[in-house]
């Protein structure tokens, strides 16, 4: 198991960089090794696919389970574990005490990925909806900021595809936020989050597919996991995170270079 800040060592070491200065993490080097010719990364967040539930609900995700036979690993997210914190700590390498961001409306206090791909005179790209932490947070900070409007993660997957087609970023990190949306509505566990599933697991299928003929090695994992909220009542959240259990704080990663 790997601490998720990880990630950001990672990702710098395969673009030719140091890590973040104020990252104590370390290169995770099955990914590294397996990178060693893909000259883009794409990271795709499956916001809050925890490991309980991929490890319920993977047969219903034929292609991502496919990938996860061949690389598979488990982050552990840091705490308070939620979105914003764990992108952070993705672009950053840091905890909440360095990174200091705790809302998606937050300023790093520390070098991200972003910043050292930037005075390298490379390029980077942040993508979510608008009002979440894909677009607010990374957009922000990145070189080119895809906002996919209040639609779908298909809109997100589409603003993806345009950014790597015409802007060709080496580093883009995008976050599917209807996923945790769903999760929320019906709890983790619920049968009624599969036909989400399903449509993650298609369009993760496809947009791999076309990554890779952009030249791009991509990583995919969650931010943090779910539990189920057992007392909820109708119209009550049913799913949520923040805790540091291992529902809410291990994920599962896999790539493909
Ligand atoms: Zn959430």
Same mark, same amino acid.
Request: aromatic fraction near 8%; charged fraction near 20%; glycine fraction near 8%.
């Given at each position: /198991?790997?601490?998720?800040?990880?990630?950001?060592?990672?990702?710098?070491?395969i673009?030719?960089? @140091?890590?973040?200065?104020?990252?104590?993490?370390?290169?995770?080097?099955?990914?590294?090794?397996?990178f +060693?010719?893909?000259?883009r990364?794409a =990271?795709?967040?499956?916001?809050?696919?925890?490991?309980?539930?991929?490890?319920?609900?993977?047969? &219903? /995700? &034929?292609?991502?389970?496919?990938?996860?036979?061949?690389? +598979?690993?488990?982050?552990?997210? =840091?705490? @308070?574990?939620?979105?914003?914190? !764990?992108?952070?700590?993705?672009?950053?390498?840091?905890?909440?005490?360095?990174?200091? $961001?705790?809302? /998606?409306?937050?300023?790093?206090?520390?070098?991200? $990925?972003?910043?050292?791909?930037?005075?390298?005179?490379?390029?980077?790209?942040?993508?979510?909806l608008?009002?979440?932490?894909?677009? !607010?947070?990374?957009?922000?900070?990145?070189?080119?900021?895809? !906002?996919?409007? !209040?639609?779908?993660?298909?809109?997100?997957?589409?603003?993806?595809?345009?950014?790597?087609?015409?802007?060709?970023?080496?580093?883009?990190?995008?976050?599917?936020?209807?996923?945790?949306?769903?999760?929320?509505?019906?709890?983790?566990? #619920? @049968?009624?989050?599969?036909?989400?599933?399903?449509?993650?697991?298609?369009?993760?299928?496809?947009?791999?597919?076309?990554?890779?003929?952009? +030249?791009?090695? $991509? =990583? =995919?994992?969650?931010? *943090?996991?779910?539990?189920?909220? *057992?007392?909820?009542?109708?119209?009550?959240?049913?799913?949520? *995170?923040?805790t540091?259990?291992?529902?809410d704080?291990?994920?599962?990663c896999?790539? $493909? #270079?």
């Open positions: /198991m790997y601490p998720i800040t990880d990630i950001a060592p990672t990702t710098a070491a673009l030719g960089f @140091p890590a973040p200065a104020q990252s104590r993490a370390k290169v995770i080097a099955e990914i590294f090794h397996d +060693s010719r893909s000259r990364i =990271i795709l967040v499956t916001d809050g696919l925890g490991l309980s539930a991929w490890r319920k609900w993977k047969k &219903t /995700m &034929t292609f991502l389970q496919s990938l996860h036979h061949r690389r +598979s690993i488990v982050l552990r997210s =840091i705490m @308070p574990s939620i979105t914003p914190v !764990n992108f952070a700590a993705m672009v950053t390498g840091a905890d909440l005490a360095a990174h200091g $961001v705790q809302t /998606m409306n937050s300023t790093f206090a520390c070098q991200t $990925v972003f910043g050292i791909v930037r005075e390298a005179g490379k390029k980077s790209a942040g993508i979510g608008e009002n979440y932490t894909g677009s !607010n947070l990374l957009g922000r900070c990145a070189d080119y900021w895809g !906002n996919a409007g !209040n639609g779908s993660d298909d809109d997100i997957a589409e603003k993806i595809i345009e950014i790597a087609t015409q802007r060709s970023p080496d580093y883009l990190i995008a976050q599917f936020g209807r996923i945790d949306d769903t999760f929320h509505q019906y709890g983790p566990s #619920s @049968p009624s989050v599969v036909p989400m599933l399903r449509d993650t697991d298609s369009r993760l299928k496809l947009l791999v597919k076309q990554l890779k003929q952009l +030249s791009y090695g $991509v =990583i =995919i994992l969650s931010d *943090h996991g779910q539990h189920d909220v *057992h007392a909820a009542r109708e119209g009550d959240v049913c799913g949520a *995170h923040g540091g259990s291992p529902e704080c291990l994920v599962p896999t790539w $493909v #270079s």
